[in-house]
C-alpha cells in the first residue's frame, strides 16, 4: 500500500536515514491477515551508541534555542498530523489492527500533545524570592535535564511517541526513541514529520530493534543518558528501575494495570453500561487502562450483565481497514492465545459465558468480544492484565466490599465508578488507591490531564501542565543582597 510505501524504513539518525550496521531487518505483519507489510531496519547496540552521541552532539544547541523556536516547531509537526490524518490512521490499522475510526481518533488525540506541549514550552518558568534571613535572593531557574531514553509500546503506535516526545522537546531536551518492533512505521513517519517540520538534526532519533535488552542496557549504563521515559510492563519497568540505578537515570515509568470498575445499585444502567464499553472495548482492551475487573452490585448485576453482553454480541469482528468493523484483530497470536486461556480457566473454575469465548476459525489474531459471569476468587482473570476483549463481571453487596475488591491488588493506574450518589461518588474516589478514576465515565485520556498511576503502575506522570516537569531539572542560585 502506498502509506506504507513512503514510510521510510531505516533507522533514524543524526538526521538522516541509515541501515542498521549489521544490515539486519525485521518484518513488520499486519495481524488481520498475519502477511507481511515491510522489512524495516533492525538496530544493534551499536546503532543505538550512534543514536545517543547524535543525541548528546546535539544536546547543547536544542537546549539554548529560544522556546518559541521549539514551540513553533511542535506545532508545525501538529498541523501536518492533522493534514495527514488519513494516512497516519491507516498506518496504525495496518500495523496494529485497530478499526480506522479508532485509529483517527488516536490522531487526533496524539496530535494533540504536540499542540499542548508547543503552549507549555513558552511558559517554563522559575522564581526570584527573598531569603528569609534577608541576606540572599534565591534565584530558581529551570533547565532540561538532558538526552532522554524514550521506550513505546506497541498499543497506541502514535499517541505514546508524541506524549513523551512532545514534553521532551518543549523542555529541550534531545531524544532517543525506542518504539516497539511490532509498530515501527508511525514512529518512523512521526521523525519524518519532525524533520520536515524544522527539527533541527540529532535532536530525535529512532531506533527499531527486536533486540531491546542488548541495545537498551549498555545505553542506561552508558551514563550518557539523563532520563528514562518507559511505557510498558511491570516486570520490564523493574529491570530498567535497577539498571537507571548505576547511574542515578531520572525516570518516568507507565506500566502495568489491572482497572477495576464499579457499578453501584443506583448507577445510571444506560450511562453504566455505555462507559463500561468504552473502559473495556477501547483498542479491542488492548489498553492499560482498561477496564479489567468489573464489580456490579448484586441487585443490578443480571440486568446489567445481559444489556453489555447484547452490545459485546453486537459488535462486528473484522480487518479494521474494512468498513464497518467495530473490533479489529489482537496484536499477534501471542495476545489472542494469552486472553482464550483467561477465559478457559475462569470457565474451568465455574464462570458462564454469556457471549464470545470461542476462538474464531481462519487467518489473523481475532478474538471475539465476550462476556463473563460468576467468576470465581481464585480465576486467573483477577490478577492478570487481559488486554483483551473480554469483560470479567463479578459482584458485591456493600461499599466496602467494592472497595476492598478494587484495591486488592499490586496495580493502581485508573478505575471507574458509576452511581448516580454524589457523597458516594467522591467518597469512593478518595478511597480507592488509583492515579486516574473515571466518575461516570469510562474515558480518562486527556492531553491536558497528568496521565500515570500509583503503587506498581508506575512513576511519575505525562500530560497536563506537569507533564513537561518530567524532563526539567531545578537550578537554584544564591544572589547576596547587594551584589
Known amino acids: 500500500m502506498t502509506v506504507v510505501r513512503d514510510v521510510p524504513k531505516q533507522l533514524f539518525i543524526g538526521g538522516g536515514w541509515q541501515d542498521a550496521e549489521s544490515g539486519r531487518t525485521l518484518s513488520v505483519d499486519n495481524p488481520a491477515t498475519g502477511e507481511e507489510l515491510c522489512q524495516v531496519a533492525d538496530a544493534s547496540p551499536a546503532d543505538g551508541r550512534r543514536a545517543v552521541e547524535a543525541a548528546v552532539a546535539a544536546q547543547a544547541a536544542w537546549a539554548a534555542t529560544p522556546p518559541r523556536v521549539r514551540s513553533e516547531i511542535l506545532r508545525r509537526a501538529y498541523d501536518i498530523i492533522i493534514a495527514r490524518t488519513e494516512d497516519l490512521a491507516l498506518l496504525m490499522t495496518l500495523e496494529m489492527g485497530k478499526p480506522l475510526a479508532e485509529a483517527r481518533a488516536e490522531v487526533a488525540y496524539g496530535a494533540e500533545f504536540f499542540r499542548w506541549f508547543s503552549e507549555e514550552a513558552v511558559r517554563i518558568d522559575g522564581g526570584l524570592t527573598t531569603a528569609p534571613d534577608g541576606r540572599n535572593r534565591l534565584l530558581v531557574t529551570r533547565q532540561p535535564v538532558g538526552p532522554c531514553l524514550l521506550i513505546t509500546p506497541w498499543n497506541f503506535p502514535l499517541a505514546?511517541?508524541?506524549?513523551?516526545i512532545g514534553p521532551a522537546l518543549a523542555a529541550g531536551c534531545t531524544i532517543v526513541l525506542k518504539p516497539a518492533p511490532q509498530t515501527p512505521l508511525t514512529s518512523l513517519a512521526l521523525a519524518a514529520i519532525l524533520k520536515e517540520a524544522g527539527l533541527p538534526d540529532g535532536v530525535l532519533n529512532v531506533v527499531v530493534t527486536t533486540d531491546a535488552a542488548g541495545v537498551v542496557e549498555p545505553l542506561l549504563r552508558g551514563g550518557k543518558i539523563r532520563k528514562l521515559s518507559f511505557t510498558g510492563s511491570t516486570q520490564v519497568g523493574r529491570i530498567l528501575l535497577a539498571q537507571c540505578a548505576d547511574t542515578v537515570i531520572r525516570t518516568s515509568m507507565e506500566l502495568g494495570g489491572n482497572a477495576p470498575l464499579i457499578v453501584f445499585d443506583d448507577a445510571d444502567l444506560d450511562v453504566a453500561v455505555e462507559g463500561t464499553m468504552v473502559a473495556k472495548m477501547r483498542?479491542?482492551?488492548?489498553?492499560?487502562?482498561?477496564?479489567n475487573r468489573i464489580y456490579v452490585h448484586t441487585s443490578v448485576a443480571d440486568e446489567f450483565a445481559a444489556r453489555l453482553s447484547a452490545r459485546m454480541a453486537a459488535l462486528t469482528v473484522g480487518d479494521g481497514s474494512e468498513p464497518g468493523t467495530d473490533v479489529g484483530?489482537?496484536?499477534?497470536?501471542?495476545?489472542?492465545?494469552?486472553?482464550?486461556d483467561l477465559v478457559r480457566d475462569a470457565v474451568k473454575r465455574g464462570a458462564t459465558v454469556l457471549t464470545g469465548g470461542e476462538l474464531p476459525e481462519g487467518p489473523g489474531c481475532f478474538y471475539p468480544p465476550t462476556v463473563l459471569?460468576?467468576?470465581?476468587?481464585?480465576?486467573?482473570?483477577?490478577?492478570?492484565?487481559?488486554?483483551?476483549?473480554?469483560?470479567?463481571?463479578?459482584?458485591?453487596?456493600?461499599?466496602d466490599e467494592a472497595v476492598t475488591a478494587a484495591n486488592d491488588t499490586e496495580f493502581g493506574l485508573a478505575a471507574y465508578l458509576f452511581t448516580q450518589n454524589l457523597d458516594r461518588a467522591l467518597r469512593v474516589a478518595e478511597r480507592l488507591e488509583s492515579g486516574m478514576i473515571g466518575l461516570n465515565t469510562g474515558l480518562v485520556s486527556n492531553p491536558a490531564a497528568p496521565f500515570g498511576g500509583v503503587k506498581q503502575s508506575g512513576l511519575g506522570r505525562e500530560g497536563g501542565r506537569v507533564g513537561i516537569d518530567e524532563f526539567l531539572e531545578y537550578k537554584y542560585i544564591a544572589v547576596p543582597v547587594g551584589a
Open 160 to 164: 505514546m511517541g508524541t506524549r513523551k
Open 283 to 291: 483498542n479491542m482492551g488492548e489498553s492499560c487502562c482498561a477496564a
Open 329 to 340: 484483530p489482537l496484536i499477534d497470536n501471542a495476545g489472542r492465545s494469552k486472553a482464550h
Open 373 to 399: 459471569t460468576g467468576i470465581a476468587p481464585d480465576s486467573a482473570i483477577i490478577d492478570t492484565e487481559i488486554f483483551g476483549p473480554v469483560a470479567a463481571i463479578r459482584t458485591f453487596d456493600t461499599e
